[in-house]
């Protein structure tokens, strides 16, 4: 077994440990599309992957892989073919099945380990992570499915007017107070209304905390939002209904 640092170990230690027993008791996570287009369902996937700090990559029409390096670094002496580096990744694949006008999506997960020139890939059987993707898979279809107008009718053209005008404000904000922020103290913010931040800079995370606000804000026709404000319409949702992004990330929370 590779030599893995203490967190990748912990992260792992579901996978390397489980029984086959265990193995059997579990099942994959999956939703029924019920009539729903699996085009759209894989594309709003793509989005959940985004928030948690996965790159989407689509190799054909009905499999979409998310994936993104847990850890990275050298083990041995410095080689021209780059063998002496250890690379774990982690791998959720949505696979789309469509037979006689029933659609499903599936997920499986795994964690890639790149070592001397060879790759073990270790699936990912942590139950409380296959909750959290399968909590994805059903937030998802129920969000497509639902017949409530998008949050932006009435007020925009478009969904697109909608997110431009917000990122535009978001940016004019960060502008004016960026001097006062860290990016442990906006990272907070981020966490305190079911948000991760996706980027270490100070100012992208201000950006992504403020367009999150906005769109929310201007929706609603509140053109100066504030995170106290968010967190208190937040708290008062079904917990079900509560924004939680980037639980595809292997480590993730959601505030309650």
Known sequence: MPYLSHGLRYFLVAA????????QAQSEPSV??????????????????YEAGLA???????????????EERTIGGDSPDGESRLVATHRVRFTLLERAGQGRVGAEAWTEIEELGSVIEQPVT?????RRVQRVLTTVVARLRSREAPPWAGRYDSEQAWHLDAHVRAVSHCDANLSGMTAESVAVQLESIGLRALDEDTRDRCEQLHTHLFEWGLARGDA?????????????????????????????????
């Open 126 to 130: 942590s139950e409380e992570y296959l």
């Open 224 to 256: 100066s939002p504030t995170v106290a404000e968010y967190a208190r319409y937040r708290a008062a949702l079904p917990a079900e209904q509560r924004t939680c992004a980037g639980l595809l990330a292997p480590s993730a929370s959601c505030p309650q």
């Open 16 to 23: 390397v440990l489980t029984t086959p027993q265990m193995m």
């Open 56 to 70: 989407p990559d689509m190799p054909s029409a009905s499999i979409m892989d998310c994936s993104g390096v847990i």
């Open 32 to 49: 029924t599309l019920n009539g729903l287009d699996g085009a759209a369902v894989l594309a709003a996937l793509a989005r959940e992957c």
